[in-house]
């Protein structure tokens, strides 16, 4: 990995001016700048020092935005080499009357990754932006072109996305099927943002050249070097995300549409709890806390969210009427194979994660809550023979372990006549509706409430699971293919699309297929 020194960075006048500059993560600045339309400050476009014949820069990995409010987000890149992030911001398409930002320096301890936090921004509308880096010569990269739309001031329609798990078990990117093609459905349905619900890159699923499928046709994965193994060291983990983005699809969607992330299992390794020693022979690093503290950090680079550190849990306001609570159901969890205890403290969340729900539902003025949790509430996931992933034990009877902690959320909510609360979820690899009423429930102290299932999105399509009846819920729709492992060239593979109407204030579902085929549908009223 190419180093770069102090001495080199004052040379070519990169160091200060440099807001939130984080040690250890990618390179982060926030920005105001004048409003939008009014005077642009920083670099003349293709300039360089003088005397100075260097190489251009490269942005390698295109351009992504992501947790957009009313007024701010935040737009990410990655150079090939040391340099200045440059972002201009506009209104406009072809840019004119924006506002140019000077970003973060990007060096080898942050895989040269940058992100700019865009303040001030005008509520509701689409807006432009182009990226650029600049060399420690002088000399700037050819620019690169994203778009993103902001929330909502004001009761407006809202549209959005959901889905999850790219590039899992084995199949990767294949050019004669399409690629990542369940991307470019989603931004042809130009949603305001898309809520990326875990599994976000498959760290510990290598892939191999090619798999033949069950007809005798070969699927050929594109091969990088991180790839070719389960990722342990913090470059291979970066090489997940790296990955992804080499699909002309995917690139050209996070270029558009601004993400809401979150991370589940295989960000880290699959089925991941912390403090578990690994029973693998694959991995020459058994302990999972230093898995997930390499994983952490690579996450923390390559993804699109403001923070450079800290907790991936939190809410994002999306206007009046919708508030999106981002859950962290990894991080905090209990031991996967003790999952029948009476302890209300443990749990997937956490203490604290649990109260800042709880608090956040029962605060918010939105007309709906999403809470998007990356592990399904009411669907069986078995880990061992005696231990579950998720949320649900497996017994129908009053809560026990992990479904304690989601009882007291339910329950906190009911009594504080919170309404609009809506799951979304992925993981389980098909889609499906399910619907929990208390009336069909061991516990009754709840109000009904839907979960909605999608993905995966480019991945082994598995299902069904069997359901937990503890909560009440009940199968609307469930779309799964004939044989486990299915892979994408089947057609099982998914994603949802919400949306809110301005007007009567309703919230419709389309469950969806890879080509964008609405499979099932719902519309739900306001709630009074």
């Known amino acids: 990995m190419t180093s770069i020194d102090r001495r080199s960075l004052l040379q070519a006048g990169l160091v200060g001016g440099v807001l939130g500059a984080l040690p250890g993560g990618s390179a982060l600045a926030t920005g105001s700048g004048p409003a939008l339309g009014g005077p642009v400050a920083g670099p003349r476009a293709g300039s360089t020092i003088p005397g100075r014949n260097a190489a251009r820069p490269v942005l390698t990995h295109g351009v992504q935005s992501g947790d957009a409010t009313a007024d701010s987000a935040v737009v990410w890149s990655r150079a090939d080499r040391p340099g200045r992030l440059w972002v201009q911001v506009s209104r406009r398409p072809d840019l004119r009357g924006g506002r140019r930002l000077r970003g973060p320096v990007v060096t080898p301890d942050g895989d040269f990754t940058g992100k700019v936090r865009l303040r001030n921004l005008p509520s509701g509308e689409r807006l432009y932006y182009s990226v650029r880096v600049e060399s420690l010569d002088g000399v700037f990269s050819q620019p690169i072109m ?53 599994d976000t890159v498959y760290a510990d699923g290598p892939l191999t050249a090619q798999v033949t499928l069950p007809d005798g046709r070969i699927w050929r994965n594109l091969m990088t070097e991180a790839k070719s193994k389960v ?38 390794v699959n089925n991941w709890y912390p403090g578990e020693i690994l029973d693998d022979a694959r991995y020459g690093e058994k302990r999972v806390d230093v898995l997930a503290r390499r994983a952490h950090r690579a996450y923390h680079e390559w993804v699109p969210i403001p923070s450079a550190s800290g907790p991936v849990y939190r809410k994002i306001s999306h206007g009046p009427l919708l508030d999106v609570f981002v859950l962290d159901m990894r991080t905090f969890k209990d031991r996967n194979n003790d999952v029948t205890y009476a302890d209300p403290k443990r749990g997937l969340l956490g203490r604290e994660q649990r109260e800042w729900l709880i608090r956040g539902l029962k605060d918010s003025k939105a007309t709906w809550k999403v809470i998007a949790n990356d592990l399904p509430l009411g669907t069986v996931v078995p880990d061992t023979p005696s231990g579950q992933e998720g949320v649900a034990q497996g017994e129908p009877g009053a809560p026990e372990g992990r479904e304690l902690e989601f009882a007291q959320v339910l329950q906190a909510a009911h009594r504080a006549r919170v309404s609009g609360i809506v799951f979304l979820t992925a993981d389980v690899h098909y889609s499906a509706a399910h619907h929990y009423d208390p009336a069909r429930a061991s516990v009754q102290d709840f109000t009904p409430f839907w979960e909605f299932v999608s993905g995966p999105a480019h991945a082994g399509a598995f299902g069904p699971n069997a359901l937990d009846g503890t909560f009440g819920p009940n199968t609307a729709f469930i779309h799964t293919p004939p044989v486990a492992n299915a892979s994408p060239a089947e057609g099982f593979q998914h994603f949802g699309e919400v949306r809110i109407d301005g007007r009567t204030k309703a919230l419709s579902v389309d469950l969806r297929d890879r080509d964008g085929v609405s499979l099932w549908s719902t519309t739900l009223p306001a709630p009074r």
């Open 146 to 198: 994203g778009q993103l739309t902001t929330a909502p001031a004001r009761r407006q329609d809202v549209s959005f996305v959901w889905t999850g798990d790219v590039v899992g078990q084995g199949w990767g990117i294949d050019p004669a099927y399409g690629g990542l093609k369940i991307f470019e459905s989603m931004r042809r349905r130009r949603p305001d943002f898309l809520l990326h619900s875990g």
């Open 231 to 268: 990722a342990e060291t913090l470059q291979e983990y970066r090489g997940q995300y790296a990955y992804n983005l080499l699909d002309d699809a995917y690139k050209a969607f996070v270029a558009e549409v601004p993400q809401i992330n979150q991370w589940d299992d295989h960000e880290v």
